[in-house]
């Protein structure tokens, strides 16, 4: 699709959305404006309402890189198993040998989302293509996928789309829009330097990033926004360089101007904010107050499968992490990284099927419940002590946490006291009070003087990783 095409939907795209100049924010000077830079807040609110809601989704990091899963000539490659290409120099060609090997029959598509939906899970975001540029997907724009590739021919982005419907959760998918070391022209950078510009360690990856980017990088985008349905709910971009110009990024975003109801992150590049916010393998503060944000997370130390990585985190960790970042308003995207054959690490299963046993009986303070009214409880900067960025050093508490709903305050008890819970400056209040795992909710004895309350509690907490309090309250 030619540029003036391009500008012609933009303008076509913009005179479509009625502008309430009130709530529309001022839009940052783009070549081809997003929505997020003509939709009103009302739209903004319609378009998001789901991914609000959601709170908790499965990230999936599968694709080639399963095959070596973290070991080269014998030797294992420090660091991330889907950057072994880059983090070992592998050759283009010798990268490529891998679709070969590359026949994954044990992945079950029903299985991957019946999970999903067990671990209390509403959205799953899969790696179309990651940096290695594998496309796992039916691509007729470039032969290097799993249909046409491998000897598996099958593509899982429709078996998984298929099975999405039927289960009833949100399917996203990510594309490296920027990065792609099999393909010349394209970005790769170098991880341990953090730095955006482009170091090609094999001449089969020189060309021009234009060429790239008309020949695989839009053709292929076209095709996840257009051959899946309704789907992707989601589209998650990553490491953009100096190469996303604000033009060349404007291409993309007349693609994705054509689906309204796409979610897209903001790692696009060129200027473009996108609708998320995405720490990675961390938890903000304070949240991002007022923005939409999803903490994208590894149950263990690597996003693609690596055979010898154990170091699995506990379901205590993970499931307190979840509610940590419930309670500053965001969203918790936690990872899987099958293994070559498509299986998932059953250390991953059993934490995820962990989380959701919790959430199956305590979900009600995480979907669609609004931040803590409180904040002191999640922790306190440090007066002395800086982080690596010389920033006052955040000293989390893990007592506690809070979510809010209408009528409701939740109090997720992490550590718990003898005898009664205590609260001071309470916003509001509170007319009874009980246990949100104990299905008969026996109201417990509580006292209310103003601001400050105290509950009595059983001697006993009724989960040991997180035990909920729930506050009946009015204005
Ligand atoms: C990127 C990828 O490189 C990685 O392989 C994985 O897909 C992850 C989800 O995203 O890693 C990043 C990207 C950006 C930052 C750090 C790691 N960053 O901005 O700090």
């Given at each position: 699709m030619k540029f003036t095409q391009c500008v012609a939907i933009?303008?076509?795209?913009?005179a479509a959305t009625p502008l309430s100049n009130a709530q529309t924010p001022a839009a940052p000077q783009h070549p081809i404006p997003s929505i997020q830079d003509t939709e009103t807040t009302a739209q903004k609110d319609a378009r998001m309402a789901w991914w609000r809601v959601a709170r908790f989704g499965m990230f999936i990091h599968w694709g080639l890189y399963s095959v070596p899963a973290g070991t080269w000539d014998g030797k294992q490659i420090p660091s991330l198993g889907e950057w072994i290409m880059n983090n070992a120099s592998i050759p283009v060609a010798d990268y490529k040998v891998l679709a070969a090997q590359f026949n994954p029959t044990g992945f079950s598509a029903h299985d991957i989302v019946a999970l999903a939906k067990s671990a209390g899970m509403k959205y799953i975001v899969i790696t179309a293509k990651h940096h290695d540029g594998?496309?796992?997907?039916?691509?007729k724009a470039n032969p290097f996928n799993i249909v046409a590739a491998t000897p598996f021919h099958r593509d899982p982005l429709r078996e998984l789309a298929d099975e999405a419907h039927k289960q009833g959760i949100?399917?996203?998918?990510?594309?490296?829009?920027d990065q792609d070391w099999t393909a010349p022209g394209a970005s790769a950078i170098l991880r341990q330097n953090h730095d955006p510009v482009t170091h090609h360690w094999d001449k089969a990856q020189d060309g021009d990033f234009d060429t790239y980017l008309h020949t695989k990088a839009i053709p292929q985008i076209k095709e996840l926004l257009t051959n899946y349905g309704d789907f992707p709910a989601v589209l998650w971009f990553d490491t953009p360089t100096a190469n996303m110009t604000p033009a060349r990024a404007a291409e993309i975003v007349a693609l994705v101007n054509q689906h309204p109801n796409l979610i897209w992150n903001n790692r696009l590049g060129g200027g473009y904010k996108g609708d998320t916010e995405t720490p990675e393998q961390t938890i903000p503060a304070q949240g991002f107050p007022g923005e939409d944000w999803e903490s994208c997370m590894t149950i263990n130390d690597t996003w693609g499968f690596k055979s010898y990585d154990t170091n699995f985190k506990s379901t205590e960790t993970l499931l307190r992490n979840l509610i940590d970042i419930a309670s500053k308003g965001g969203n918790y995207l936690l990872n899987i990284g099958p293994d070559s054959h498509g299986v998932v690490p059953v250390s991953e299963v059993e934490r995820l099927q962990a989380m959701g046993k919790w959430l199956a009986v305590n979900g009600e303070a995480i979907y669609g419940t609004q931040p803590t009214l409180f904040g002191a409880e999640a922790g306190a900067f440090s007066a002395t002590e800086k982080d690596r960025r010389g920033n006052p050093l955040w000293v989390?508490?893990?007592?506690?946490?809070?979510?809010?709903?209408?009528?409701k305050i939740?109090?997720?008890?992490?550590?718990?006291?003898?005898g009664a819970f205590h609260l001071d400056k309470l916003p509001r209040k509170v007319t009874g009070a009980y246990l949100l795992a104990d299905s008969t909710h026996t109201p417990l004895k509580l006292t209310q003087t103003g601001g400050i309350l105290d509950v009595q509690l059983p001697a006993k907490p009724l989960d040991p990783i997180a035990t909920v309090l729930v506050l009946e309250t009015t204005k």
């Open positions: 933009a303008v076509l795209f913009a594998f496309a796992m997907f039916d691509s949100k399917l996203g998918f990510y594309y490296s829009q989390p508490a893990w007592s506690w946490r809070s979510t809010t709903s209408a009528n939740y109090i997720e008890i992490f550590n718990w006291p003898t």
